[in-house]
Each structure stands twice: as C-alpha cells, then as structure tokens.
C-alpha cells in the first residue's frame, strides 16, 4: 500500500466534500435558473460537473495507491438563498473552505515524504487559486451591479 491510512482517511474525507459541492452547485444553478440567469446557472451547472470530476480524482488516486475508497455519507446541500450575493458569497467562502483542506492534505503528504501525494494534490492546490479567483470576482461585478441590474452580469458571463 503506497498510501498512509491518514491520508487515506482525509482523501475519502474529501470525496464526499467534493460531491456535496457538486450537489450544493447544482442547488444553486438551480436558483439561478429560476431567476432567469441562464449564464450564471449555465456556469454553476458546469461548477458541479467539476466537483463531481474532483471527487472521482481522489476516488481513483486511492485506488491505485492501494488505498481504501469509503465515500462518506454527503450532507444536504443549503437549499435556498435571500439573494444572487448570498449564493455567489456562499460559493467564494465554501472554496476558500475548499482550498485550506487540499492544503492540510498536502502539509500531511509532506510530513509523511508521500512525493506521489505531493504531486497529485499540487493540481489541486492550483486548481483552488483558480476557483476562490473566480468565485472573488463574481461577488464582485454582482456587488458593483446590485440586486437590481443582475441581467449586467448576464452580459459580463457572456464576454468570459
């Protein structure tokens, strides 16, 4: 087994954090559909296939170090918002989440001299600057265009 029981037990950890954003992201591109936002639900609907393609990375990399998969029960996603900033705020805050867990699982891999871990979660602990970037500036055009103008950041989406 090419895998500590420690970091075995944190990846499956993360597995079924992994997937409760897949569904948490789903609610919420739900929401924005609802709302008549087809770009942001469009990007959140896109966000939860990510998250889903996450968990499956760690699924496989335990796997094949010889590790036990246990996928973890996976909490109920919120299920509603008051507003497009809540949800927005909500997405920013649980990546930042998101990022300091793939750092404690890299700092355990580097404790443990696990070079296989090491490189198989530097992807993620990139992937997360990329994320908390993205989710920091969508908080922000919805912040610069209030409640009240959210068809503007309609018109942002369709420029990325």
Request: glycine share 4%; hydrophobic share 45%.
């Amino acid at each position: 087994m090419l895998i500590s029981k420690e970091l075995n037990a944190a990846m499956n950890e993360e597995i079924g954090l992994e997937l409760f954003a897949s569904h948490q992201y789903l609610n919420i591109a739900a929401y924005f559909e609802r709302l008549a936002l087809k770009k942001l639900a469009k990007m959140f609907f896109k966000q939860a296939d990510e998250e889903r393609e996450h968990a499956m990375k760690f699924i496989h990399y335990v796997v094949e170090t010889g590790g036990t998969v246990e996928v973890p029960q996976v909490a109920a996603p919120k299920p509603g918002f008051a507003s497009v900033e809540e949800a927005i705020k909500y997405s920013l805050d649980w990546e930042i989440e998101v990022t300091n867990r793939c750092n404690a699982i890299m700092t355990i891999a580097v404790d443990q001299k696990d070079y296989a871990a090491q490189d198989f979660m530097r992807w993620f602990v990139t992937e997360q600057v990329e994320e908390v970037s993205t989710m920091q500036t969508l908080l922000q055009v919805v912040q610069s265009a209030g409640e009240r103008n959210l068809f503007m950041l309609e018109a942002y989406l369709s420029h990325e």
